[in-house]
C-alpha cells in the first residue's frame, strides 16, 4: 500500500457521461499530480495541485477539470466522455515542502480504469 | 522534460544484467527519476539522479550523465518478478511535475 487512495479501481460507462475520480494523498504530502496513461501510452501529466491550488497543468483537455480540497484530498471530473478517453488514471503526491530538497519523490496510486462504451 | 527516449522492449535471461538506456532534452534539469510499473499496476520509485556518478541500490544501479542527457538503469541478477515495464522521468528546473517516457518492456525468461 503506497498511502495514496484512489477510486473507484474500475468504472464503466458510455459516451457522453461524466465521471469523477478521487484521489487522498499519502498523509503529509500536499501535492497532488494527476496522470492518464491510454493503452501502450506513457504516463501523460494533467494537472498538479499544491495545497488547494493549482500549480501546473499539461495536456489536460477542456473536458475534464479538478480540484484540491482543504482535507488536500482531489477529485478528477471528466464529462462528455468519449471512447478515447478510455485508460487508466494515476494520482500521485509528493511533500513538496517549501525548502524542502532531495528527491522530492512522487509516490502513485493504484490508479482508476475507466472504460467508455 | 522533453524528448525523452528508450528503447520499447528488451528480453534477458533470469540471472543476467539488463540496462536500459534513457536519453533526454531538457532547458532546466532538475534530477532523472527511474520507476517500475507491472502491467496494470501503479509505478513504483526505484531511484533517482540527480548528480554525474552511479547510485547503487541492491540489484538496482542507475547512472546519470548530464552533459550527454543520458541515463541508465541496470538491473543484476535478474529475477521473473523482475518483468516489469521501467519509465524513466525528468524534471525540470522549477518544476515539480515528472515528465515520463514511454517505458522500456523487460521480459525475463528462464
Known amino acids: 500500500d503506497s498511502g495514496v487512495t484512489q477510486t473507484p479501481k474500475h468504472l464503466i460507462t458510455a459516451t457522453g457521461q461524466r465521471v469523477t475520480l478521487r484521489c487522498s494523498p499519502r498523509?503529509?504530502?500536499?501535492?497532488v499530480y494527476w496522470y492518464q496513461q491510454s493503452l501502450d501510452q506513457g504516463l501523460q501529466f494533467l494537472i498538479q495541485y499544491y495545497n488547494g491550488e493549482e500549480r501546473a497543468k499539461g495536456n489536460i483537455l477542456e473536458r475534464f477539470s479538478a480540484q484540491q480540497f482543504p482535507d488536500l484530498h482531489s477529485e478528477l471530473n471528466l464529462s462528455s466522455l468519449e471512447l478515447g478517453d478510455s485508460a487508466l488514471y494515476f494520482c500521485a503526491s509528493s511533500e513538496d515542502r517549501v525548502g524542502s530538497s532531495g528527491a522530492n519523490v512522487l509516490t502513485f496510486g493504484a490508479g482508476s480504469r475507466l472504460t467508455v462504451l | 522534460g522533453q524528448n525523452i527516449d528508450q528503447p520499447t522492449e528488451m528480453t534477458a535471461t533470469e540471472g543476467a544484467i539488463v540496462q536500459i538506456n534513457c536519453t533526454y532534452q531538457?532547458?532546466?534539469?532538475?534530477?532523472l527519476f527511474w520507476y517500475q510499473q507491472h502491467a496494470g499496476e501503479a509505478p513504483t520509485f526505484l531511484s533517482y539522479?540527480?548528480?554525474?556518478g552511479l547510485e547503487e541500490k541492491g540489484r538496482f544501479s542507475s547512472f546519470l550523465s548530464r552533459s550527454k542527457g543520458y541515463s541508465y538503469l541496470l538491473l543484476k541478477e535478474l529475477q521473473m518478478k523482475d518483468s516489469a515495464s521501467y519509465l524513466c522521468a525528468v524534471r525540470d528546473l522549477g518544476d515539480y511535475k515528472l515528465s515520463f517516457g514511454a517505458g522500456t518492456t523487460v521480459t525475463v525468461r528462464a
Open positions: 539522479n540527480v548528480l554525474d
Open positions: 498523509s503529509g504530502d500536499l501535492s
Open positions: 531538457t532547458s532546466g534539469f532538475n534530477g
